[in-house]
């Protein structure tokens, strides 16, 4: 399992920002899209944002226009910039890899959106 190390989370008032970051080892190839999930209290994981190698992005309907994915591929690390947060926006977000065909996770991260 390779270590996805997440950070930027953290507790923001409606309409405030973050940046999430994310790394995995720089040693490691094969490294083909990142991207970010969140899980909210009850609800089932999903798709927040992803960015293949090549630079192609997709986002969730209910973060487009606010959230931007990029990524260093020298490094290994993708970032995700979140705008005009919405306490719906609140939950717990993973960063994920898709390294040499396997899929790996980080331990998540703690976004809060107070209204």
């Known amino acids: 399992q390779v270590q996805l190390v997440e950070s930027g989370g953290g507790s923001v008032q409606a309409g405030g920002s973050l940046r999430l970051s994310c790394a995995a080892p720089r040693s490691i190839f094969g490294v083909s899209a990142m991207g970010w999930y969140r899980q909210a209290p009850g609800k089932q994981r999903e798709l927040v944002a992803t960015i293949t190698r090549g630079g192609t992005t997709n986002y969730a309907d209910s973060v487009k226009g606010r959230f931007i994915i990029s990524s260093d591929n020298a490094k290994n690390t993708v970032s995700l910039q979140v705008n005009s947060l919405k306490p719906e926006d609140t939950a717990v977000y993973y960063c994920?890899?898709?390294?040499?065909?396997?899929?790996?996770w980080g331990r998540g991260t703690q976004v809060t959106v107070s209204s």
């Open positions: 994920n890899a898709h390294i040499s065909y396997n899929v790996h």
